[in-house]
Structure formats: structure tokens, C-alpha cells
């Protein structure tokens, strides 16, 4: 009999192919006290039967995983909302913290359930819930008028969907931090309220990087010579303070000149900026347009790299843009259109995965849907670079002769794409379940029998 890797039931626990009474026996497993494998629970669309074997785990660690389940339905993890323990409850309510499409948006827990949670005894409960980033706007702004006045700051996040009695309620709140924060969400309109602020210190350089100024405080501000990449950044700047700070001594309050959306492409030219080599392109103005077809031409055709970075991390642009950021030289545009955009071009795909690898090379290899396939075997089997050949495996005319020999490649990556795929035949799948650096793999693979899997299950002393 051989003997399996103890990975290998981490990857039979991610087989799609994992029949569900052999998924149940895992999810059965207490795992020495850790529970089952962290993939079992991670599964996406869990039979019911699985689902509420979970819920009445007598391993804490268990609930608390499927609670952060990013592949869970939200109404699934708020059966556990009800939970005996406060560990689950606070999970249930911080909801998942990753997911595996980085473009993918968690569905948030119904507006009823979160509302149970927020009356939550236990106070860890009740942070998690108001420092989610998975709430409905609808719950947030229901929050305006709430006792705690940590749930009424949670309602200032979605300040642009309040009523106007929500926000002049806010405004006039009796918590000063409540105060602070709804005056610096509309002092952007308000030169009163952004006067006020300035006197307030730790309000002073929001309020000088948003608020409405009057031209004095304005001029105090640049004589003294602080906070001035704030200043630099306001929209309300008068023209002849916007060109004095862009020929400012600091480097940074230049850079902020030059991303200010009033300007010309001239103008913007003749700023001596800098921009960091890996910068991501934080845009205030191109982010609140990510989908203003305007606003996104207006970034995408300029010729600084920090507004086309911005630009090109939106998912509405439209196919000419598209092709124009497609061909930018500016590596980091090309990095984020392969993030972000479901039509960019498999040439800028191919790119991107040749230039980061790694993990994110592997998700976007296996997860975006316009990365090529065809044709890959031919191309990459006998390339020099391991990084290339592992995408031999992702062909459909690939044979298992050739997944087989991949499977023995120099290159680690490689011979784990190769256990991972259902061409590789029986012989060599199994004796890849034995090698530690192949076991999760094979034991993901699709093509394992249900025998095997039960015999990796026997193995790792799961109870039958």
C-alpha cells in the first residue's frame, strides 16, 4: 500500500470530484482538535447535509472557518448568527476575509440578520460587525439615528445615500468624533464647516485635502508651509496658490499638483514630477469616475503614468481605451488592466504572468476568462522557463504522455500542475499522493477514484 503524504488530504479536500459522503466524513473530522481542513470548509456550494453538519460542530475552530467563508452564501454563514460562541458571531460578522477572484464582491449578510448582530451582548460582536467591508448601504444608512455612536460613524460611509434629515442629524450629533467625521463628509460644499475644522487638529488635514477654503486660511496655510500635499489636492484651491505649489520645493506636494483634474495635458507636463515605480495609481477623482466614460478617457489618454494607472484598474472601459492601455508601456497599467478588466488582451495576460509568477500568476492563469489555452503545449513545453511550461498543462490538446513527463519536471510549480490534472495517468497520480511537494495536488486532482480518496481518508485517521 503506498503511503500518502499528509497533504493529501488538504487536496482531497479541495477535489471537486470529492463525492458527498466521503465530503461528510470530513467535514466530520474534529482534526485533533483544529477540525476539519480548512478546503472543506472553503468549498464553494456545499450540500445542505454538509452545511449543517457544520453548524453543529463540536470544534469552535470549524464554525468560526465556515463563518468566514468567502465561498459560503450569505445566508448560510448567518445561520450562525445565533451561535453559543462569540468567536463564530464576531466571524459571522466581519464576514469573509478573502476570496479567490480578488474583482469578486462578497454578498452581505441580510439587513435583519446584521441588525441582530448589532445588539449582540458581546462588544467584539458588535466592532466586527461596524468595521466589515461587506455591509449593504442599505444597513449602513439605517444606521444614522442608532444609540451607539460607533454605528452612527458607520453610517458616514455611505454620507451620499443619506437623507438630508440623516445628514443635519449627523452633523449635529452628540458625539463629538460623530460630529468631526459627518463635517469633514460635507465640508467639501461648506466653507463654514471647513473653517471650523481647521481649527480642529486632527481634523486639519482632511479638511485641507477636501473642505471648501476661503482663500486667507488657504494662504496661511501655504506661508506656513504644512500640510501643503494636502493643500495641493484641494479642488477649491484658487489657480494662482495651485501654481505656486507646483513649483514647490518638495517633490510630493508637486506630484500632488500634477494630478489635479482641472489641468491641461500642457500644463500638467511642465510640473517636474516624480512617480514611484510601483505606485498604484490613487486617483481620488478618477476613483469616484471609475465608470464616467468621460473621466476615463480623460485618464486614460494622459501622459501622466499615475492617471492612466488609475484609469486602467476600472472594468467599464470601453474597448478603444482598452486597447490603448493594452499597448502602454508603463508596466504597472498593463498589471492592473490584468486585474481588473475580464476583456483585457492574452497578449497583456501572457505578459503580466510571465513578469510577477507566483501565486497571482497562478490565479490569473486559472481564474481570468480570456487567458488562452489553445495552442500552449506546442508553444511552451520545451521552453527553458518552468514558469512557461506550466502552461503546457492548461492545454486541452496536451496528452498524458506529455502530462505525465511535466509531471517529473525540474520546476516545482510545473510538476504540481501537472498532479493537478485529470490526463495524468492513474500510476503516476498516485505515486505523486506519496511526495510532499505533489501530494496536495494530486489529491486535488479530479481523476482520483473515490477508492483513493477513501484510502487517503483512512490514512490521515479520519473516522469512516
Given at each position: ?267 500638467r507636463a511642465a510640473i517636474d514630477f516624480t512617480v514611484a515605480l ?109 514558469i512557461y511550461r506550466q502552461l503546457a498543462v492548461r492545454d486541452p490538446a496536451a496528452g498524458p504522455d506529455l ?62
Amino acid at each position: 500500500m503506498v503511503a500518502f503524504h499528509s497533504s493529501a488530504l488538504d487536496g482531497v479536500a479541495a477535489n471537486p470530484a470529492l463525492p458527498t459522503p466521503l465530503l461528510l466524513r470530513l467535514i466530520a473530522f474534529d482534526g485533533g482538535g483544529h477540525g476539519p481542513p480548512f478546503q472543506a470548509l472553503h468549498r464553494p456550494g456545499l450540500p445542505e447535509p454538509a452545511v449543517a453538519a457544520v453548524l453543529t460542530h463540536p470544534v469552535l475552530n470549524a464554525r468560526v472557518r465556515f463563518a468566514m467563508s468567502g465561498q459560503a452564501e450569505p445566508e448560510q454563514r448567518a445561520r450562525l448568527a445565533d451561535d453559543p460562541s462569540p468567536k463564530v458571531r464576531a466571524a459571522v460578522a466581519n464576514g469573509p476575509e478573502w476570496t479567490r477572484d480578488p474583482r469578486t464582491k462578497v454578498r452581505p449578510l441580510p439587513d435583519a440578520v446584521c441588525g441582530r448582530l448589532l445588539e449582540d451582548p458581546e462588544p467584539s460582536v458588535r466592532s466586527a460587525l461596524l468595521h466589515s467591508p461587506h455591509l449593504a448601504p442599505s444597513f449602513l444608512a439605517s444606521l444614522a439615528r442608532h444609540p451607539d455612536p460607533a454605528a452612527r460613524r458607520a453610517a458616514l460611509r455611505v454620507w451620499d445615500e443619506l437623507t438630508a434629515d440623516g445628514r443635519a442629524t449627523l452633523l449635529d450629533d452628540p458625539d463629538p468624533e460623530v460630529r468631526r467625521s459627518a463635517a469633514l463628509c460635507a465640508c467639501s460644499h461648506d466653507a463654514r464647516l471647513t473653517a471650523a475644522l481647521l481649527r480642529d487638529p486632527a481634523a486639519l488635514p482632511e479638511a485641507l485635502r477636501r473642505g471648501l477654503l476661503d482663500r486667507a486660511d488657504a494662504e496661511r496655510f501655504l506661508a506656513e508651509g504644512v500640510h501643503l500635499v494636502e493643500l495641493a489636492g484641494n479642488p477649491s484651491l484658487p489657480a494662482d496658490l495651485v501654481d505656486r505649489l507646483a513649483v514647490d520645493p518638495d517633490d510630493g506636494v508637486r506630484l500632488a499638483v500634477s494630478l489635479r483634474p482641472e489641468l491641461t495635458e500642457a500644463r500638467r507636463a511642465a510640473i517636474d514630477f516624480t512617480v514611484a515605480l510601483r505606485a498604484r495609481g490613487d486617483v481620488d477623482w478618477v476613483a469616484v469616475g471609475i465608470a464616467d466614460q468621460e473621466v476615463l478617457r480623460r485618464a486614460a489618454a494622459s501622459a501622466h503614468p499615475l492617471l492612466r494607472r488609475a484609469a486602467a484598474r476600472s472594468p467599464h472601459l470601453p474597448p478603444d481605451l482598452l486597447r490603448l492601455l493594452a499597448e502602454d508601456a508603463d508596466v504597472v497599467v498593463r498589471t492592473h488592466l490584468a486585474v481588473y478588466h475580464p476583456d483585457t488582451p492574452a497578449e497583456v495576460l501572457m505578459s503580466v504572468y510571465a513578469r510577477l509568477g507566483g501565486t497571482f500568476s497562478a490565479w490569473m492563469a486559472t481564474g481570468h476568462p480570456r487567458f488562452p489555452r489553445e495552442g500552449l503545449a506546442a508553444r511552451y513545453a520545451d521552453h527553458p522557463d518552468g514558469i512557461y511550461r506550466q502552461l503546457a498543462v492548461r492545454d486541452p490538446a496536451a496528452g498524458p504522455d506529455l502530462i505525465e513527463r511535466l509531471s517529473h519536471d525540474p520546476d516545482v510549480r510545473t510538476r504540481q500542475a501537472a498532479a493537478r490534472d485529470p490526463r495524468l495517468p492513474l500510476p503516476c497520480l498516485l505515486e505523486a499522493l506519496a511526495l510532499p511537494e505533489l501530494a496536495f495536488s494530486a489529491g486535488a486532482n479530479p481523476a482520483l477514484p473515490p477508492g483513493e480518496m477513501a484510502v487517503v481518508l483512512d490514512e490521515a485517521g479520519v473516522p469512516g
